[in-house]
């Protein structure tokens, strides 16, 4: 957008400098708007939809978003004070508690070594609000965050224009695992120039769908491990874990990596961000959580540690959003309650995305086409295509203008392809979408 009537009514030249360097870049918004009107399949909300049947026994097949009736039911029995008053600052205590609770059953296989390290959790506005904050507290204007090139495009916003840091990528991908030397490399040089690194992990990833293998993940840490050893400088590890739970591969790993980093290293900091949006398929309610893996070998009573980094959060947290809604926070304690039904209920919304994924992944397969070539998923809601020959926005202009289907292009750098979002596709349809995809392509494949 080129803002022209701000400049040409002046308002352009009242704007902060930051009001000026802001905008929300025509992505993933403009299409699911375009998707919405125009698509007979859309594939570009990032929200798992479908019929309520495959969710809920009993249940019509009207199409819904898909949700948790044991996180749902508990809203209509607030209480008035649970729906009017002020939450506290960092989040009802019992729910903080609640939330640790759910964290260390997330991560029941590394408990003995995760308990230790684990702050906490002050509640966020949704796991952006979480990003933020850690950014806000953590990222110094001017300093590289470090990321894989296949990232959230809201990271921009969020990191560089709201925060002035500058987000610096290496490929994500080597073969069909994740790219460790790569990012050794990247940590090792921008340690070289600053003080200390911020890296951002996303498993599983936005846009990519990709969790490394579980046999991967010890090679992992121990890169992170030898960059602090040999820049003898402290890592930050933001860990992105908005889409925690939903892996459809048996030999992926099943959870949370911030399990592995927790007290790696004395100089590794892992920041757990995560959230109700995803997790309890609670979109609107914003929801997230900000959790610390402190190291055990931090030579500081714990306790003062936590209520210093407690004052911190408060203060960033009171200057911006004053507190989250304390409706959401109350109907997700109560569900917390019942976990074992919070994840049977889960699991059913996870076995229909793995079945989408797998038939997607087929039908991928079976398309042979050279210039549509899907990068490795296994997890997540999103699948990407690399795309050659064909610049992405022109085939999703052409898919939705000429097949009704919508899907969200990406271009940039060495990057031009297109991200599926089968979670919100239903089965039947997939094999419709893929063909419109090879169709789409080979009907602009000798335009390019």
Known sequence: MEFDSLKKSGIINLLSAFGRSIWLPQGIFYWTARAKKEATIDATIGSAQGPESEIV????????TFYLPSVTRPFAGLKSEDVVAYAPMLGLPDLRRAWRDWILRKLDDVRSRVEPCLSLPAVTPGVTGGIFIAGKLFVDRDEVVVSPDRLWENYSNVLERHIGAHIETFPFFDGDRLNIKGMQ???LDTLAGQPKAVLMLNFPNNPAGFVPPRDSVPAIVHALVEVVEQAGKPLVVLVDDAYEGYVYDPNALQRSIFGDLCDAHRRILPIKLDGASKEFLLYGGRLGFITFGL????????????DELDNKLGGVIRSTVSNCTRPVQAAVLKALGDMDTILAERKRVVDVLARRARRLHDELAKARLP???????????????DIEGVPAHKL??????????GVVPSEGGKINGIRIAFCSVPEKDIPTLVAHIVSAIKDLAGDA
Do not use: M, W
């Not at 026994?57 to 819904?64: I, Q, Y």
């Open 295 to 306: 190291p055990s070998g931090l030579d500081v009573e714990r306790k003062a540690l936590q």
């Open 396 to 405: 999703a202009e052409h898919l939705i203008t000429n097949y009704k289907v």
């Open 371 to 385: 210039q549509l070539k899907p990068l490795p998923f296994n997890a997540g809601f999103f699948c990407f295509c």
């Open 57 to 64: 026994a009993g249940a019509p097949d009207k199409p819904v």
């Open 185 to 187: 490399r990247k940590l």
